[in-house]
């Protein structure tokens, strides 16, 4: 957190300053907690894992919004336990070197998991996930396949309590293969018909990006589906032919490199590395947050359609803002997600942050206007100026807000 604080003063120290004193004295409504569901029963395995106000207490969601962007998060499905042949996916050298702190290591498909964790992501604002399957949707012995009609199943069942669900393909148009990507779609059509209301719709129909990585010039179509497209780094798309799709549709993944702004969709991302796994490939650094934060101030900021996050799990390319400790240490110098001394849930806390901003604080959090030196925290109702230290998070919003949230929370 160290790295993080003194970017945040740094930014801040050529400012203008801002003074907000008078949010701090005016007299606030009660403050009223949200419905919690009641749908993680105590025989779930995970009953003890917090599903809801898991870092204090969320501002109560009553419709009126500061942002109305759709939020998405990538969903990764190849996770499996204990008794299944690709369970070292979790651990092997070269491949992962997180593990996740609450959960430890699930299974994607897994019936308990799935009902803690889309609840929870339900009661946070995530509207939907987009479900990673752009390496084959029969591969890992079909595995991926039963992890996602899995997903589904317990989304379906969840209904209001759980986020919709996309997905993300496109291996097999990599590839050339367009009969298999045919397959895959009529596959997803029927996980439509099969999970009625489950899948997420966009533009009025079942919603899919083609992740068509460095192959940019291929677009696929289908009339059942609203289809977006993605080209791995978002600054692949320059060597496109046809730049106009990603101006105006946007690109929607894998790594935010760069944004197409002005387009339907901002990408908000922790990070992205691979040198663990001894590829040279380029590195979106963490920074203790600072990219993150400042990512998801400028989603909020343009408002657009959709906000998408790759990812919440992929802790293999070191995308999520699940939960994680390293299991060994860091390769070089270029992974620098759960360096020592940092809070694991650091990314849970960010994201929380950034979605309850919706509509307000939540208890306990910091913030700061991005052009004020000015740091409140939001506790027991109330606003008040403090000193952060060096280890504090501290989340910057944008001008405005605190004098938008007071006007929506304070007593005519």
């Not at 070269?94 to 998991?113: A, M």
């Not at 939907?128 to 009609?149: Q, S, V």
């Not at 990006?209 to 600054?235: C, L, P, Q, W």
């Not at 549709?249 to 001894?278: L, R």
Request: proline share 5%; with cysteine; charged share 25%.
């Amino acid at each position: 957190m160290k790295k993080l604080i003194i970017l945040v003063v740094t930014f801040s120290l050529f400012a203008a300053s801002c003074s907000n004193t008078s949010v701090t004295e005016k007299k606030r409504t009660e403050r009223v907690p949200n419905p919690t569901p009641d749908v993680i029963k105590p025989d779930n395995k995970y009953v003890d894992v917090p599903a809801y106000d898991k870092f204090g207490q969320w501002p109560y969601k009553d419709g009126e919004e500061y942002y109305s962007s759709k939020v998405g998060t990538w969903f990764t499905v190849w996770w499996t336990d204990e008794s299944k042949p690709t369970h070292d996916h979790w651990f092997a050298e070269g491949w992962t070197r997180l593990k996740p702190v609450d959960y430890g290591y699930y299974s994607s498909g897994d019936e308990d998991y799935l009902t803690s964790v889309l609840s929870r992501l339900k009661y946070i604002g995530v509207d939907y996930l987009m479900i990673d399957d752009t390496n084959g949707h029969w591969n890992d012995f079909g595995l991926i396949a039963k992890n996602i009609e899995q997903v589904f199943k317990v989304a379906n069942e969840l209904g209001e309590n759980s986020p919709q669900i996309a997905i993300a393909t496109g291996g097999p148009l990599r590839d050339g293969n367009t009969k298999i990507q045919e397959k895959e779609l009529d596959a997803y059509w029927k996980l439509h018909n099969d999970h009625p209301g489950t899948f997420f719709q966009y533009k009025g129909k079942p919603f899919l990006i083609m992740y068509i990585a460095g192959e940019v010039n291929k677009r696929h179509s289908d009339d059942r589906f609203t289809i977006r497209h993605g080209t791995g780094f978002i600054s692949w798309q320059k060597k496109a032919q046809d730049q106009s799709i990603f101006q105006t549709e946007g690109n929607w993944g894998w790594v935010f490199d760069i944004q197409n702004e002005g387009s339907e969709v901002i990408g908000v991302q922790p990070g992205y590395n691979k040198a663990h796994q001894g590829i040279e490939i380029q590195t979106i650094y963490r920074e203790n947050g600072k990219h993150y934060i400042q990512s998801w101030l400028n989603a909020i900021k343009q408002n657009p359609e959709m906000i998408i996050i790759p990812s919440y799990n992929d802790h293999a390319e070191e995308t999520g803002w699940e939960a994680t400790v390293p299991i060994r240490p860091p390769s070089n110098e270029n992974c620098d997600q759960g360096t020592e001394g940092e809070d694991p849930y650091l990314y849970e806390k960010i994201t929380e942050a950034y979605l309850a901003l919706r509509y307000g604080f939540i208890d306990g959090f910091m913030y700061r206007e991005e052009n004020s030196k000015e740091t409140y925290l939001f506790k027991n109702n109330k606003l008040a100026k403090v000193e952060p230290k060096e280890t504090d998070l501290v989340i910057i919003i944008p001008d405005g807000y605190f004098e938008w949230e007071s006007n929506k929370n304070t007593k005519k």
